[in-house]
Nanobody, 115 residues
Framework: QVQLVESGGGLVQAGGSLRLSCVASGSTFSRTNMGWYRQAPGKQRELVASISNIGGTHYVDSVKGRFPISRDNAKNTVHLHMSGLQHEDKAVYYC?????????WGQGNQVTVSS
């Protein structure tokens, strides 16, 4: 069982930056694929960025160049560094872990962008 605890969301002005963090429990983090998803009101949850256990990354087109994802295996942590935030980025952001054909989700973190 993997537990994920997220932090770092909040309110930011358009054009501003936030960093989301997700800390995973257990000893398998370095072998776990991690991702950040988001869900805006009335929309389906979508993948924002992912990072594999060996560091390969993938991004949805709308955040490429703005939301780099990184991981620190020594701290069981994955980060989403968000910059140039836009109104369209407002959503609840979720951390996801995928290991041994099982997925685990964080509790979600609200990101709100104001003008």
């Amino acid at each position: 069982q993997v537990q994920l605890v997220e932090s770092g969301g909040g309110l930011v002005q358009a054009g501003g930056s936030l960093r989301l963090s997700c800390v995973a429990s257990g000893s398998t983090f370095s072998r776990t694929n991690m991702g950040w998803y988001r869900q805006a009101p009335g929309k389906q949850r979508e993948l924002v960025a992912s990072i594999s256990n060996i560091g390969g990354t993938h991004y949805v087109d709308s955040v490429k160049g703005r939301f780099p994802i990184s991981r620190d295996n020594a701290k069981n942590t994955v980060h989403l560094h968000m910059s140039g935030l836009q109104h369209e980025d407002k959503a609840v952001y979720y951390c996801r872990a995928y290991y041994m054909a099982r997925e685990y989700w964080g509790q979600g973190n609200q990101v709100t962008v104001s003008s």
